[in-house]
């Protein structure tokens, strides 16, 4: 039989006592201190899902600001603000553990804390001045499913768990009794767009404070809900807005009080300085109950150190190359231009090219053909030199092609097609567009091509000693954004050819953006042709004869 309300609100509290049996101390000066999210999330208050990083540290400070976290009504009917304004500092750390779990701490303090002269025979309790410990928060998070790829995309489901200690030396500081938390914690990230959600119960000591309508602290359930979106392309400054909300359901109190609710909906701004680790952050808002720590006002500031390592690519063979990229997902390889090698062990030395190793070759020297005989094989038994034996071939004295294709004997040339990247005057000539991702500098799979064919051109021709790597859009988006695009993605292409073998010091990128249309930009077929990547000769060097000497009209 499925327990009702009235069970349940014995069995809650029963297994509090149980695992904690100072939960049943109550305590008429609670805590009223916001609880931040864990250091390296991006929310103020609304703990994430995923984890990025293993054995990475994260460290965080926070103050916050509440304008009249507590205030009761007296025996006179009228407005008491017992704590007109309460500050906190809270010193956070993290660390992530294999790309799943993370630990957490959460040292707070009450800087200071104020309110009014109490009336002639009023008890309400008042707090103490100057700082005071707050409870000692400790937490541990789970991810369960899902998670962020290497472009920080994605979305992921886990679970989180607290336990604050009885560590606050001072009323509205620390509850004075230990308290547990356990959520489900989901987030999403887009390109754009950022969201995260918390939902949970959280155990307290039961608590009336007195009035003539007595506000209630309790077991309650506590939700929590973070959106955003990114400012710009890179991700590193986000607005958005938080709602917190604590819902006490026990100890007397009835699920969606407004005397023992406690929400906050915040406007929040978060910048990672530079795109690095170091993070800044502001948020403030309204509260919308009446409970304890319910503030009219709170204003929250933030400083942190949050790197992010996102988890590797799957490398089933361990050999530094991704599964997606390698030809030899289980083989232990090296890189190689060509994707049909990329991964692949280096093959064994075959010194005349005939693709029969040395070892196997019985004419080493000279390319031949295979004929799995000991004595010939690997020497040629090709007059014409055409690929096809004599035997099978038709026209042994004339090149022709081989089977299926032909017979051994010639057949008319067909033309050959354009290089995909040739040398001219001024630049190097592309047949094919190097294509990136859309709206990013990630250059696509099939970019590798023509871009091979450019290293190729620049490996014959080392006369051409400097070339500008021109990075062009389409007029989509404001013209700093284009530029911006343009440069990072005239970047991206130094650094394959880099990779490949060029000199960084022949290559200067340059991001031109929409400045530089060649085609209309009303048309999607325009602006395919505007999207583009240029190379233009800077500098070459003159050309010269045999013997050295610059040939006759040349640079002296």
């Known amino acids: ?75 006179r009917d009228e407005l008491d603000p017992v704590i007109s304004d309460q500050t906190f500092f809270h010193a956070l750390a993290s660390l992530s553990l294999f790309y799943r779990a993370s630990v957490s701490l959460d040292v707070p303090f009450s800087i200071t804390q104020a309110g009014s002269t109490p009336p002639s025979g009023d008890a309400f309790p008042r707090a103490a001045v100057g ?31 607290s336990l604050w200690l009885p560590t606050g030396t001072d009323g509205y500081a620390g509850d004075g009794a230990f308290r547990a938390r356990f959520a489900l914690v989901a987030e999403a990230t887009g390109k754009r767009l950022h969201g995260a959600f918390s939902g949970g119960v959280r155990t307290r000591p039961p608590a009336a404070l007195p009035g003539v309508l007595p506000s209630r602290v309790a077991t309650s359930l506590t939700l929590g809900l973070a959106g955003g979106f ?22 007397g109190a009835r699920l969606f009080d407004p005397r023992a609710t406690v929400a906050h909906a915040l406007v929040t701004g978060h910048y990672r300085i530079t795109g690095g680790p170091l993070e800044v952050g502001l948020a403030m808002g309204p509260g919308l109950g009446q409970g304890a720590g319910s503030a009219d006002v709170r204003v929250l500031a933030l400083f942190g150190v949050a790197p992010e390592k996102a988890k590797p690519p799957p490398d089933r063979d361990s050999d530094g190359i991704p599964d997606k990229a390698d030809a030899c997902i289980d083989l232990v390889g090296v ?8 991964g692949c062990p280096e093959p064994p030395p075959d010194y005349d090219g005939d693709a029969i190793p040395d070892e196997n070759d019985a004419c080493p020297r000279a390319a031949g053909e295979a004929t799995f005989v000991r004595k010939t094989h690997g020497c040629p038994k090709d007059t014409d030199e055409d690929g096809v034996p004599d035997k099978k071939d038709v026209c042994p004295t004339e090149p022709g092609p081989k ?27 592309i047949s094919q567009q190097v294509q990136f991702e859309t709206g990013t500098a990630v250059l696509r799979p099939e970019s590798d091509g023509v871009l091979g064919e450019v290293a190729r051109v620049l490996a014959d021709h080392p006369e051409v000693t ?51 249309p060649i085609a209309d930009n009303t048309t999607e077929e325009g602006r395919s042709k505007n999207r583009r990547v240029e190379f233009r000769i800077l500098e070459k060097k003159p050309a010269t004869k045999d013997d050295g000497k610059p040939a006759s009209g040349g640079a002296k």
């Open 1 to 75: 039989m499925t327990p009702g309300p009235r069970a349940l609100s014995f069995l809650l509290p029963a297994l509090a006592l149980v695992a904690f049996p100072s939960l049943a101390a109550a305590d008429e000066t609670p805590s009223l201190a916001l609880e931040p999210a864990p250091a390296g999330d991006r929310a103020f208050l609304t703990e994430h899902a995923d984890v990025r990083g293993h054995l990475l540290p994260s460290a965080r400070l926070v103050l916050d600001y509440a304008r009249r976290p507590l205030v009761l009504r007296n025996d």
């Open 403 to 429: 089977p299926p294709e032909g017979n051994g004997c010639p057949k008319p040339k067909e033309p050959e097609p354009p290089p995909v990247a040739s040398l001219a005057e001024q630049e190097i000539v």
């Open 466 to 516: 400097r070339i500008e790597v021109q990075g062009h859009t389409d007029d989509t988006g404001p013209p700093d954004v284009n530029r911006k695009l343009g440069q990072d993605r005239a970047e991206s292409v130094v650094e394959w050819l880099v990779r490949r073998g060029v000199s960084r010091a022949r290559l200067a990128p340059k991001g031109y953006g929409s400045d530089k």
């Open 335 to 342: 890189e190689s231009g060509d994707p049909l090698l990329h």
């Open 230 to 251: 990114f400012v710009d392309g890179a991700r590193t400054l986000t607005l958005g807005g938080e709602l917190a909300a604590d819902l006490p359901f026990l100890g």
């Open 131 to 161: 700082a005071a410990l707050g409870d000692l928060r400790i937490g541990a998070r789970v991810r369960l499913a899902g998670g962020l790829d290497e472009a920080g995309l994605g979305a992921a489901l886990g679970l989180s768990a």
